[in-house]
């Protein structure tokens, strides 16, 4: 878990009512935005990506072997 975001139920009134939560508190907003995008940065990086490919590949060479 990156901490970049909340858990709330599944319904339309719960989501608009944690955007207003958040739309009045820029102090959570800023936090959890900031917890988001570096989550996403340190899951998919270039680097990241690399090895992914690096091992889709290795794997299909190994099968055509």
Known sequence: DI??????????????????A????????TELSARGAAGVASK???EHYALAVERIYGRLIDEAA
């Open 3 to 20: 901490g970049g975001g909340r858990v709330i139920d599944p319904d339309a009134v719960a989501l608009a009512r944690e955007c207003e």
């Open 44 to 46: 998919h990086s270039p």
């Open 22 to 29: 958040l739309d009045r508190d820029r102090s959570a907003w």
